[in-house]
């Protein structure tokens, strides 16, 4: 279970409900422009570009939406002043955290993901303080833990590592390459997952297990998503069952 948590699950809900209100399609479509401009523009040969798509599609972004994005990425265009930077650092608890950006702006985005850090008591690292913590992989979720049997027959044989059953969920994994195949095959198998996308999973998980801490852990994160240079946001953290529910109450 170090790979993937319930807050993980919540983060694949939450993403779906942003989505619904336009949150997030900025970031899907900015990084598949970036993938699309810096590879090839098939996602058939840019395992990035296809990783995108595939999750712009969960977010139910629509087709026509997507290609609008790839053809400006493959056509070149206004973005060659935008870097891609990776923060690293520490919440509360000993939590590890990955922050994916671009911007135009490094000094900008440096202070804003700093203050996020600072604001909830953690502390912003050097380049490799926390990344050794996690690994790519891609990942394939559906909530409907009964087609464990058949999604094994099907994503085993088509190249995933393995398939997790935390009770919530199944998560098929894959080798970040293998991904669309697999993917392909289990869209061509009539199994519809509820997320899929390639990812950063952290080896071991940070537990907090008090209250307070883990609504500083929660509202340090969402600040950091809700900056405009940040893509994404990786944690190892975990909460217990009891954390989830006093979190889930609180939110409500």
């Known amino acids: 279970m170090a790979g993937h948590s319930k807050w993980a699950n919540i983060k694949h809900r939450k993403a779906r409900q942003d989505a619904a209100k336009g949150k997030i399609f900025t970031r899907l479509i900015r990084e598949i422009v970036s993938a699309a401009k810096q ?19 969960s977010a139910n972004m629509t087709k026509d939406t997507i290609k609008r994005a790839v053809d400006r990425g493959a056509g070149g265009g206004d973005n ?20 994916e950006t671009m911007t135009d702006n490094v000094n900008r985005t440096v202070s804003e993901v700093r203050h996020a850090f600072t604001k909830y008591d953690g502390n912003l690292g050097t380049s490799g303080s926390v990344s050794y913590l996690f690994s790519k992989r891609g990942e394939i979720v559906f909530e409907d833990t009964s087609l464990e049997d058949e999604l094994l027959l099907v994503a085993l044989e088509a190249g995933a590592l393995d398939i997790e059953n935390d009770g919530d969920s199944l998560v098929v994994i894959t080798e970040p390459e293998n991904f669309g195949a697999v993917k392909d095959a289990i869209n061509s198998a009539g199994l519809v997952s509820d997320n899929a996308e390639v990812t950063m999973s952290p080896s071991t998980t940070a537990e907090i297990d008090n209250i307070d801490d883990a609504q500083k852990v929660m ?24 954390i989830m529910a006093q979190l889930a109450e609180l939110n409500d």
């Open 219 to 242: 509202k340090m994160i969402e600040m950091l998503e809700d900056l405009d240079d940040v893509q994404e946001v990786y944690s190892n953290v975990n909460f217990p069952d009891d």
């Open 39 to 57: 590879g090839d523009p098939d996602p058939e040969k840019n395992p990035r570009l296809r990783a995108a798509i595939e999750k712009a599609l």
């Open 80 to 99: 060659d002043n935008v870097e891609e930077i990776t923060y690293e650092g520490y919440g509360i608890g000993g939590v590890a955290v990955l922050v």
